[in-house]
Structure formats: C-alpha cells, structure tokens
C-alpha cells in the first residue's frame, strides 16, 4: 500500500460513454499528477495539480478532462474516447516539486 | 533534458548482488538522479535519488560516478520481489515532470 488509491481498477467503456476515474491520496501530499502508460510506451505525465491548482497540461486531447477539488482528490473525466486511449492510467501525489512522487496502482481502461 | 541510457534487461541470481547501470553523459549541475520500479501490474515505486555522493536507504544503494555522467543501482541480495522495470531518471528540484523511459527489466532467477 502507498498511500495511494484508485477507483476503478478495471473500466471497459464504449467510445460514447463518460466515465470518471477517481484517485484518493492519504498522505497529506500538496500535488497530484495523472501518467498515461500505453502498452510498450514509457509513461507519460498527463496533468499535475498542485494546491488544486493545474500547474502542467502536457498536450493533452480535451476529451480527457481533470479535476482535482482538494489536495487529497484527483478525477479525470472521460468522455468520446478512442481505442487508442486503452491504457494504464496511473495517479501519483508528491509533497513539492523536488519529493518523490508515490503512485497509486493504476486503473487500467480497455476503449471498445 | 538530459536523457539517460539503460540496457533492455539484465538477469540475476536470487541472493546475489545486482548492479544496475545508467549513463547520463549530458547531466546537467542541478539534475538530480532518481530510480524508481515498476513491478508487475502495479504502478512505479520510488526507490532511490542522489546529487553528487553514494547514497543508502533500506531498499538499495546508489553509485553515482565522480563526473556524474554515470550512476550505478546497486541491490544487496536479489530477491525474486526485487523483479521489475528499473527506470533511472534525471530531475531538476524544480518542475514536477518525471520524464520515464524504458528502463532496465529485471529478471531474478531461483
């Protein structure tokens, strides 16, 4: 356990659907971050919040859509996905820019 | 940014010490070296992060080479859990990205 949970594990969802993915840290963290990981692909960093306020938006289509409303919650809003979106989307929090980040385990998204 | 080189995979013996390599030949002076893991079907676990001395934590050691163009992750005695994707990062204290790559897999053998 790290600290870090997500909701749900596994979402299978059609490209017409709006889903919500939830990430919940206990660790009095003031930044949240959302990592896509595509299958053979490096991680990549999606959006990070910092007192619930979004300090990085990496290039990111706008059919995915954050929301962070205290320091210990982070959402990101699904909706008109593709099938390339299919992938392991991991949430992280950090206390400050320089600390390690700890990752929650990770919601894996099948887009049919 | 500066980019870091690992091999694609290495294998080791349970018990046995593992040394795991990263070249970082265009780090710059405020670059910090980070690892982190992934084990299987979980999500990266931070392991281990120095400037410019060796460092120790309970999980593993760092190396970090006097030029700091090279650095070495070092675990004590392997264990089968220690099997994972070993990513070596380089971080500035500012900004909040960590850049992965493909890292290291590692594979421990009984």
């Given at each position: 356990e790290t600290g870090v949970t997500q909701t749900p594990r596994h979402l299978v969802m059609g490209m017409t659907n709006k889903k919500s993915l939830k990430c919940e840290q206990h660790l009095g963290h003031n930044a949240m971050y959302w990592y896509k990981q595509s299958a053979k692909k490096p991680l990549e960093l999606m959006f990070v919040y910092s007192l619930e306020e979004r300090v990085e938006n990496n290039s990111v289509p706008s059919r995915f859509s954050p929301e962070c409303p205290n320091s210990s919650h982070l959402f990101l809003h699904l909706h008109?996905?593709?099938?390339?979106?299919s992938a392991l989307y991991l949430c992280a929090s950090s206390q400050g820019e320089g600390s390690e980040q700890y990752f929650g385990p990770g919601t894996r998204l099948t887009v049919t | 940014d500066a980019k870091t080189t690992q091999p694609n995979s290495m294998e080791s013996n349970e018990e046995e010490p593992v040394h795991l390599p990263c070249n970082h030949s265009t780090i710059s002076g405020t670059d910090y070296i980070h690892w982190y893991r992934q084990l299987p079907s979980q999500g990266p676990e931070y392991v281990i992060h120095g400037l410019t001395s060796n460092v120790n934590n309970r999980m593993a050691s760092l190396a970090i080479a006097e030029d700091r163009k090279s650095s070495t992750l070092i675990l004590h005695r392997a264990t089968l859990r220690d099997a994972a994707v070993y990513y070596c990062i380089l971080k500035r204290n500012?900004?909040?990205?960590l850049n992965f790559g493909k890292g290291t897999s590692l594979l421990v053998t009984p």
């Open positions: 008109t996905l593709q099938p390339e979106d | 500012s900004g909040y990205a």
